[in-house]
């Protein structure tokens, strides 16, 4: 087996290198301290293909491997995670699911933009369920052509930037996971409420935030696959999604390794750069190693 990656793969891990060290350097310390956001950083991305990249093109996405994808996302988060995290949600639980579930229509209607311009955001924990798809207190209201949304889903990363929204919730609770549906909603739908910006430890220009549902009237026709889907989606959709946050922590990890050693080689102690102690030379290697 051949494990070399292909010219493709390295010109694209080339590109995201190239964005990380020129568009998402500068500033990127002031916007996590400010919590701020990389707006115009992520518009560019868009520009580039960064945001769908393995969505097929016919439905504007690059149409590259998973691979290429992985390579990208930890060059992305050698620099800036907030904006990698905003990439990660957007390609692995968003435009990946639509695209592997979706009808057709909701590939026209929804795929088409986020693979090419716009932030998705995937709508899963809650208050008191976490991640645990089972225990949705998010309804999803039978009404004949529509479903009624009523819930409140916390920690949603691109919360408030996001233009679309995956929603888990509950239909019939008597099911259990067989009760669960996955729909679309868009931003501006009435009775729909962007609440607090979280103020996190970590990752702070990453747009975290929690989300109020008040009866919220959803079509039926944004509903993701058969009645009761929405647990498989979930499930399903989170196992690809776990690919690029391990590029991601991957990627932060090989970042903090860079900048360790390029101190290394600045600072001086006892009439001799750090780089040259032997102690420090092996905190470098167990780095790289491990």
């Given at each position: 087996?051949?494990?070399?990656l292909t010219e493709e793969q390295l010109a694209v891990q080339a590109a995201a290198r190239d964005f990380a060290q020129t568009e998402l350097l500068p500033?990127?310390?002031?916007?996590?301290?400010?919590?701020?956001?990389?707006?115009?950083?992520?518009?560019?991305?868009?520009?580039?293909?960064?945001?769908?990249?393995?969505?097929?093109?016919?439905?504007?996405?690059?149409?590259?491997?998973?691979?290429?994808?992985?390579?990208?996302?930890?060059?992305?988060?050698?620099?800036?995670?907030?904006?990698?995290?905003?990439?990660?949600?957007?390609?692995?639980?968003?435009?990946?699911?639509?695209?592997?579930?979706?009808?057709?229509?909701?590939?026209?209607?929804?795929?088409?933009?986020?693979?090419?311009?716009?932030?998705?955001?995937?709508?899963?924990?809650?208050?008191?369920?976490?991640?645990?798809?089972?225990?949705?207190?998010?309804?999803?209201?039978?009404?004949?052509?529509?479903?009624?949304?009523?819930?409140?889903?916390?920690?949603?990363?691109?919360g408030n930037s996001a233009n679309t929204y995956i929603v888990i919730a509950q239909t019939d609770a008597s099911k259990r996971h067989k009760g669960i549906?996955?729909?679309?909603?868009?931003?501006?739908?009435?009775?729909?409420?962007?609440?607090?910006?979280?103020?996190k430890m970590g990752i702070r220009g990453s747009d975290t935030h929690s989300l109020m549902f008040s009866d919220v009237k959803v079509p039926k026709a944004?509903?993701?696959?058969?009645?009761?889907?929405?647990?498989?989606?979930?499930?399903?959709?989170?196992?690809?999604?776990?690919?690029?946050?391990?590029?991601?922590?991957?990627?932060?990890?090989?970042?903090?390794?860079?900048?360790?050693?390029?101190?290394?080689?600045?600072?001086?102690?006892?009439?001799?750069?750090?780089?040259?102690?032997?102690?420090?030379?092996?905190?470098?290697?167990?780095?790289?190693?491990?």
């Amino acid at each position: 087996m051949n494990f070399e990656l292909t010219e493709e793969q390295l010109a694209v891990q080339a590109a995201a290198r190239d964005f990380a060290q020129t568009e998402l350097l500068p500033g990127v310390i002031d916007r996590d301290t400010e919590q701020k956001f990389p707006t115009a950083q992520i518009k560019k991305m868009g520009e580039l293909g960064f945001m769908g990249m393995m969505v097929d093109p016919k439905y504007n996405g690059g149409g590259m491997d998973t691979v290429s994808y992985t390579l990208a996302m930890e060059e992305i988060s050698k620099v800036d995670a907030s904006a990698s995290v905003c990439m990660s949600v957007n390609n692995s639980l968003v435009c990946w699911g639509l695209e592997r579930f979706g009808s057709e229509e909701q590939k026209e209607k929804y795929l088409k933009p986020l693979a090419a311009q716009g932030i998705g955001a995937f709508c899963l924990s809650e208050p008191e369920a976490g991640s645990d798809a089972t225990s949705q207190r998010t309804t999803a209201e039978d009404k004949g052509d529509y479903y009624l949304l009523n819930g409140t889903k916390n920690w949603i990363t691109n919360g408030n930037s996001a233009n679309t929204y995956i929603v888990i919730a509950q239909t019939d609770a008597s099911k259990r996971h067989k009760g669960i549906n996955a729909l679309i909603v868009e931003k501006g739908m009435p009775g729909f409420v962007v609440g607090k910006k979280e103020d996190k430890m970590g990752i702070r220009g990453s747009d975290t935030h929690s989300l109020m549902f008040s009866d919220v009237k959803v079509p039926k026709a944004n509903r993701i696959g058969d009645d009761g889907f929405g647990f498989t989606f979930a499930m399903t959709t989170l196992n690809g999604g776990r690919i690029g946050i391990a590029s991601q922590a991957l990627g932060i990890a090989s970042g903090a390794y860079e900048l360790a050693v390029k101190y290394s080689k600045e600072r001086k102690a006892f009439g001799k750069h750090l780089s040259e102690h032997q102690a420090i030379q092996f905190k470098l290697a167990d780095m790289a190693t491990k």
